[in-house]
């Protein structure tokens, strides 16, 4: 006895956006399971990972500087997407805005904070599309897959960094170890009181609602999900392709950008060869659990920032390896893409295997 997959021709507005609610709950049920497979107690696990982050100050605010680049790379990466356009190298990006913006910084390390601070924001973000621009050229002028050519321009992106802080821009002073010099106070992003919570947690959010605003109210954002949804409607429209896949590729690439340097500028302080993650590949999660909406993805990349924090707080409490984040994140996508699968078909059981062999010319 087989199965096949049989579409449902309508596909159901209802689990469209409740499926998401269920790969959350499957996940946390199967998450137990490892724990207890693990070792450790299940309920106290579960605990641990997604409610003790939540139950300090101090824990809110690490949640709040963990979401704000998975928000902004993720808006970012709804609006390609949107557009059937598929970056897959949010990271590359992020690291790219990094650098620009970082060696600005450590370029001129005394400068007046009122124009310097937002010349070093604007450098990230022509760091971040600059990197995507690529991924642009090549697929408009050679036909070469973005998926392929932004996740290899990822590895660049990381080696480069590792050149340049274990060599031009290594910290003199640093005891070798492979880092920039701090950055000065004129080119470091200003945070909130006694919390961690800085500039970019606020931004973020506002980024992602200005984003909903140019896709559901502007001609663009019109002509970028006609472009996703009925590419041959948009071409009997006049609605150009290679303009269009520019524009969301270069703000695609702009906000991981400008999370890059936020990150670095903020909490980091400095070019270390960890500034992410994998930042940018979580992103992409937090853009379909969130269902390519902006207030969606807010709601995700909080939930998504919440297992990095569990992870650290099972590691610590639970003596649980720190790959349980990675677990959380594999296995939430598993239930997301299969939920998305059955909400456009549905499984027929068939009593004979289909020959795949052809007929006699």
Known sequence: MLFRLESRGNRSEFWTYASPVLAIVLTILTMGVIFGVM?????????TFLISPLLTASGLSALAVRAAPLIMIGIGLAFCYRANVWNIGGDGQFTLGALAGGGLALAFPNEAFWWFYPLVLVAGIAGGMAWAGIVAFLKLRFNANEILT?????????????????????????????????????????DFGTTSIHLGCLLAPLLALAIWQIMTRTVLGF????????????????????????VALLVSGGLSGLAGIIEVTGPIGQLTTGITP??????????????LHPVGII??????????LGGDAAQISLNLPNAITGIFQGVLLFYLLGADVLILYRLRRTRHMPSTTEPAA
């Open 223 to 246: 002509q970028l999900r006609v472009v996703g949804q009925a590419p041959r409607a948009a071409r009997y429209a006049g609605f150009s392709n290679a303009t269009l896949t520019w």
């Open 299 to 308: 709601f995700a990349g909080l939930l998504l920032a919440l297992s990095y």
């Open 39 to 47: 070792g450790a107690p299940p309920l106290a696990s579960v605990e």
């Open 278 to 291: 994998g930042y940018g590949f979580t992103a992409v999660i937090v853009a379909f659990l969130g269902r």
């Open 150 to 190: 932004s996740l290899m321009l990822v590895y660049t992106a990381q080696l480069m960094l590792v050149w340049l802080v274990t060599g031009p821009w290594r910290d003199p002073q640093g005891f070798g170890f492979p880092q920039s010099a701090q950055f000065g106070a004129d080119a470091t992003t200003p």
